[in-house]
């Protein structure tokens, strides 16, 4: 009885939270900048599902649909020569079958370091600031995660390929007693210059992870899969700002939801602030 009680718990929290987007994952980039010169930007994200993904795949129809907005803002911020400093601040509003909540989602503090050239390494720190029970963080409790990136020209100026590889692992919650299993995510895309200053590009995400437990006890069948589909269209303002658009979908998954929608980046970059 209680491991059916937990997966239901595991459930409704899934169900609440945005897995087709992750602040720190979708759409990152292996760039550093330069010691002293400062990046910032957000993102307008909605994202909604009237299907759940279940444990073999298979859809079920939710109950009510479930939407959400999301604007992460974004700092980077050049330390020292190939180091710079990351944070990604989540506002968060979720719609879950009439019951709406809005508040900080979880808080991300961390830094990505270029390994002689070659590719770059991001470590990041969650803070677990978001409220597990209103659906405004990710489920579990404060965490780690670490990941590979890198991006390469294949084509001078037309044609690139990126993608990175990384390992989360997140504590328990103290509010729901909830902790995820290991996560293992990959993401591999490829863009291409139309003209000076416009590009498309297209982007697989696969995360997943392990068997979750409640309060300390394992809970079978609850581990996570998900697999997106995001198509952008970048175009490049000015040398100090630009703009992506770019529509996501939910191509396969386990005990996810099946999530279509859009979001809209931006950012600025200020130069040398120090």
Known sequence: MKKVFALFIIFTLISSSAFAFDELITGAHPFVNAPGNLTSGGRLVYLTASDMLDADGEKQA??????????????????????SAIAVVPIV???????????IGDVWLG????????????????????????G?????GMGLDIAAMKRKTLIEDKFGIGGQVGIRWSGEDSDTKLQPGMGVYATGGAGYNL??????????????FGDSSFDGADVTDSAVLNLDLNLSLQ?????RTGIYCTVVYTVMGENTLANTGFFLRT??????VF
């Open 195 to 208: 003209r000076e200053g416009t590009s498309v590009s297209g982007e697989l995400e696969l995360m997943t």
């Open 93 to 103: 509003s979720m719609d879950m079958g009439g019951q709406s909540e809005t508040g």
């Open 235 to 239: 175009q490049r303002i000015t040398e």
């Open 267 to 272: 950012w600025y970059s200020f130069g040398k």
């Open 62 to 83: 939710l109950a009510d649909d479930t939407s959400s907005f999301r604007v992460p803002l974004y700092f980077d911020c050049g330390v020292m020569e190939n180091l």
């Open 136 to 140: 405004l963080g990710n489920p579990g």
């Open 111 to 134: 830094a990505k370091y270029n390994v002689l050239g070659k590719f770059t390494v991001r470590g990041a720190l969650n803070l677990g600031t978001g409220d597990d029970k209103k």
